[in-house]
């Protein structure tokens, strides 16, 4: 499974890049800011990937950082919602925003997105309300830290990276880099890190 690319980037389309690694070239769909960051056409660029596989097709979709691309895999696992949705939803919001407006159980902020409505938008509220903390929280500083953001364990580190598709070995593997103190978050984030390569 591609979990980054590093390469020379082809061709940018709005919605879509051609990123050639090693004399092979990858389309890879992403959002709009995406595309706008990551220079000019004959540069070398790099992108987090999220392979997305079905029976009969794959694709992969690409994010500037490890950040939108966990809230990426977070926003799939919710009920009815696809990778086009997903994107729409982190193109319009990003994942700190999104990040607020769970919290903030704010149905309007979610109503911006195309495609979503009131009921979508509750609907969504409440699934991601249980996932978005440990897995795609930031562990901000000062006041108003995000809930979960605190030191809860491996056993919570762990439960992120499962929840996020990750199988037992590759769990195992990726706690072995990750020291056993710190910010449940960042311990998830050093886990990610180290599973994309």
Do not use: W
Not at 123 to 134: G, Q
Not at 147 to 169: K, N, Q, T
Request: proline letters at 4%; glycine letters at 14%; aromatic letters at 4%.
């Amino acid at each position: 499974m591609i979990g980054s690319l590093r390469g020379q980037l082809l061709d940018r389309q709005p919605n879509e890049v051609l990123v050639e690694v090693a004399g092979i070239g990858y389309r890879v769909t992403v959002g709009p800011d995406v595309s706008a960051t990551l220079g000019e056409v004959g540069q070398d660029c790099f992108l987090h990937i999220h392979h997305h596989i079905r029976e009969d097709d794959q694709h992969l979709y690409g994010f500037a950082d490890i950040g939108e691309r966990l809230m990426f895999e977070t926003l799939l696992s919710a009920h009815g919602v696809g990778p086009s949705l997903a994107l729409a939803i982190l193109s319009v919001h990003g994942p700190d925003g999104l990040r607020r407006a769970v919290i903030d159980e704010d149905v309007a902020a979610l109503c911006l997105v195309p495609g979503v409505g009131k009921k979508t938008a509750q609907r969504l509220l409440v699934e991601l309300s249980s996932k978005v903390d440990a897995p795609v929280g930031t562990g901000q500083s000062g006041g108003g830290s995000i809930p979960g953001g605190a030191s809860a364990g491996r056993a919570d580190v762990r439960d992120g990276l499962a929840a996020l598709g990750y199988s037992d070995e590759e769990i195992v593997h990726a706690l072995k880099e990750v020291p056993d103190e710190g910010d449940t978050a960042a311990q998830i984030r050093q886990a990610l890190n180290v599973l994309a390569f």
